[in-house]
């Protein structure tokens, strides 16, 4: 174990905005209230505020796509091969990208990916203006985009920790989890309201306007190189297969995505609201129960995120880990019993603010458990994890539901996430040993 895993010291950390100041304890209701100290450091004001922008935009396309390749197909089973055509570069270029963000300045990085990003989107607007109608196309392009976005994602979040200092790593990982919780609430929303007005190619290219103001964001920060350490080496095979050499050594690390694997695996089930609002829920309308199951999880994570003050200053990030996984699965053990809809919903927003407890402090963990010059593939490694792991939980569901029972298929999950994160928790200290 090195230094940064057990102290929680984050080396090369820092911003240029001054030291990490020590702050009077906030009273009455402002110690409920999302912690906003990160929002002091002028460069990471300007990372986060683009956010706001981009987490709707970004959703716009989201919709977008299997909008169109539906309206040409007719077929879901098209709309469900996008997903996979998106899926395996965002996998593959995310891995690579940690490794180049963690041997080239990451501010040059973001600027180039969140461009590529930007001229995908202007591409699929001319293509949904011009009325080509090509789904190969589309799938060529949503294929490139996702290349572009696990290249960006590694290097904008590994970014983090050179902006803020490291008491502050949790708080800034709650301000920007609540701005992309809300984006996929409030971007589907306002994408279903508009198509009707202005037309799906205007979507896209709504969200390729958007993107400029993140270009602007990334302009204006501060230079990212990599240490003098890493500044040498090449973004290869070699470099990816040291990440995952580094996570194995660093049990603390493993144990981080481990949590989120067995979270989202056997305690994802999204795959079975569809059946659960047909069936079970049907009484209240197949439409209404649909769009609240589908709903519950995010709103209950913004509402997580509007509160995290009650949480993100805890030192003991390893323990707020395991916490937070265990009320993961108890909610949705809970939401598997359930037969009324407004049980379901409540227990499903439960596990929301569950998810964002998780997701900001695995979030922090990656950031100070891990050196400057390896968080760029820490981050490519988490990107894989948050992405895969949910994919991987609609086969498992889908095919437990048909075998058991969709409510039955649920809560078994749930109460094996508790058992497995106790289980791993028991075997392995490292984690509820870790804090900052």
């Known amino acids: 174990m090195d230094t940064s895993e057990s102290s929680g010291t984050v080396p090369g950390a820092g911003t240029d905005d001054g030291p990490d100041t020590e702050e009077a304890p906030r009273r009455g209701w402002r110690r409920w ?11 990471y004001r300007r990372l986060w505020s683009s956010t706001i922008v981009t987490a709707v935009g970004s959703q716009l396309t989201a919709v977008a796509v299997p909008k169109q390749i539906y309206d040409i197909t007719g077929s879901s089973a098209w709309v469900g091969y ?25 501010r040059r990085l973001l600027l180039i990916t969140n461009s590529g990003i930007a001229v995908t989107s202007v591409l699929f607007w001319l293509q949904a203006v011009s009325g080509l109608d090509s789904v190969a196309v589309l799938m060529v392009l949503l ?86 350490t890493t500044a040498a080496k090449r973004a290869g095979v070699r470099e990816i297969a040291e990440g ?45 129960a649909l769009g609240l199951l589908f709903a519950a999880i995010p709103i209950g994570a913004v509402l997580g995120g509007l509160f995290s003050g009650t949480f993100s200053r805890a030192r003991r990030h390893g323990w707020m880990v ?39 402090f695995r979030g922090a963990i990656l950031l100070s458990a891990a050196t400057d010059e390896m968080r760029g593939r820490m981050q490519g490694v988490f990107t894989v994890v948050v992405a895969g792991g949910p994919r991987l939980a609609d086969v498992l569901h889908g095919t437990a539901g048909a075998a058991f029972g969709p409510r039955t298929a649920v809560a078994g999950g749930g109460l094996l996430v508790v058992a497995l994160m ?12 870790y804090r900052v």
């Open 33 to 43: 209230a999302m912690d906003t100290r990160p929002l002091r450091r002028p460069a």
């Open 82 to 106: 996008a997903s996979l055509a998106g899926l395996v570069p965002m996998v593959l270029f995310a891995l690579w990208g940690g490794a180049v963000a963690d041997t080239m300045d990451r």
């Open 143 to 228: 294929a490139a985009q996702q290349a572009f976005f696990g290249l960006n994602a590694p290097a904008r979040n590994a970014s983090i920790a050179r902006l803020v200092p490291a008491g502050e790593l949790a708080a800034a990982n709650a301000l920007g989890s609540t701005v992309m919780q809300t984006g996929l609430v409030a971007g589907p929303l306002l994408a279903g309201a508009l198509i009707p007005v202005i037309g799906l190619p205007e979507l896209y290219l709504l969200d390729a306007l958007a993107l400029t103001v993140t270009l602007w964001a990334v302009v204006r920060l501060p230079a990212l190189p990599p240490l003098a």
């Open 244 to 288: 995952f050499r580094y996570i194995s050594r660093h049990k603390v690390l493993l144990l981080s995505f481990l949590a989120d694997v067995v979270a989202m695996v056997f305690g994802m089930p999204r795959a079975l609201f569809p059946q659960l609002a047909d069936r079970t829920y049907a009484s209240y309308g197949e439409g209404l």
């Open 322 to 360: 395991i916490g937070a996984v265990v009320a993961w699965g108890a909610a949705i053990t809970g939401f598997g019993l359930s037969s009324s809809l407004w049980l379901a919903v409540l227990f499903l927003a439960a596990a929301g603010v569950a998810d964002m407890v998780s997701m900001v």
């Open 422 to 433: 106790l289980t791993l928790t028991t075997a392995v200290p490292a984690l509820r040993r």
